[in-house]
């Protein structure tokens, strides 16, 4: 069993940055994705980014010019690097991961594995 821990959340005020991290407790397989999604209150949980293991990304429209997906695969962690954050992007962020992934996805059902969330509070 796979679990994934993130860390990273935080409160800040609009305009600042916030790096997320998602850390795998072990390999996960030698064809993975990880996914960042998040959950505002009253809303639906939305996919932000998505990273294959061989370094493709995949990133919302919506936070495209400010969000962005990287990973550590020694590490097996994936980071989301969130800059210029708007109170808006208030949410608890989740990742999670797939197994095996060929194909880029944000479809929640298709994860597994999923973290408990860490919690980014965007004040204006």
């Known amino acids: 069993q796979v679990q994934l821990v993130e860390s990273g959340g935080g409160s800040v005020q609009a305009g600042g940055s916030l790096r997320l991290s998602c850390a795998a407790s072990?390999?996960?397989?030698?064809?993975?994705?990880m996914g960042w999604f998040r959950q505002a209150p009253g809303k639906e949980r939305e996919g932000i980014a998505v990273i294959a293991n061989d370094g493709r990304t995949g990133v919302a429209n919506s936070v495209k010019a400010r969000f962005t997906i990287s990973q550590d695969n020694a590490k097996f962690t994936a980071y989301l690097q969130m800059n210029n954050l708007k109170p808006e992007d208030s949410a608890m962020y989740y990742c999670?991961?797939?197994?095996?992934?060929?194909?880029?996805?944000?479809?929640?059902?298709?994860?597994?594995?999923w973290g408990q969330g860490t919690q980014v509070t965007v004040s204006s």
């Open positions: 072990r390999y996960i397989a030698s064809s993975y994705c």
């Open positions: 999670a991961a797939v197994v095996p992934c060929w194909t880029l996805t944000l479809t929640m059902s298709a994860y597994e594995y």
